[in-house]
């Protein structure tokens, strides 16, 4: 089992930074993906970055310009830069184990950011 949790959110005003972390705990050696997403009430689920456990990482266009990933071990990394009031969302990090039919994902209780102009 892998265990989530996310920290680093808060208030921010516009054209802040943040950066958030989730920390796996448990059998963080069978993670073979960490994506960060976030969700608004109401709206879909946004996948902004994913990370292989290796060091090959994708971060989604609308996002690549001012958002960044990074891990280190069990820590999986966040930095959002010049915050917009569009940006107010619960970010919740997953972690992917096994493949294929076995795959599962495990989610994080999320951490919530939120911008004001």
């Known amino acids: 089992q892998v265990q989530l949790v996310e920290s680093g959110g808060g208030l921010v005003q516009d054209g802040g930074s943040l950066r958030l972390s989730c920390v796996a705990t448990?059998?963080?050696?069978?993670?073979n993906h960490w994506t960060w997403h976030r969700q608004v009430p109401g709206k879909e689920r946004e996948e902004i970055a994913t990370m292989d456990d290796g060091v090959r990482k994708y971060v989604a266009r609308s996002f690549r310009d001012r958002f960044a990933i990074s891990r280190d071990k069990n820590t999986f990394v966040l930095e959002l830069n010049r915050l917009k009031s569009g940006d107010t969302a619960m970010y919740c990090c997953r972690a992917t184990t096994g493949w294929a039919s076995a795959e599962y994902a495990h989610w994080g209780p999320g951490t919530q950011v939120t911008v004001s102009s």
């Open positions: 448990g059998s963080i050696d069978k993670i």
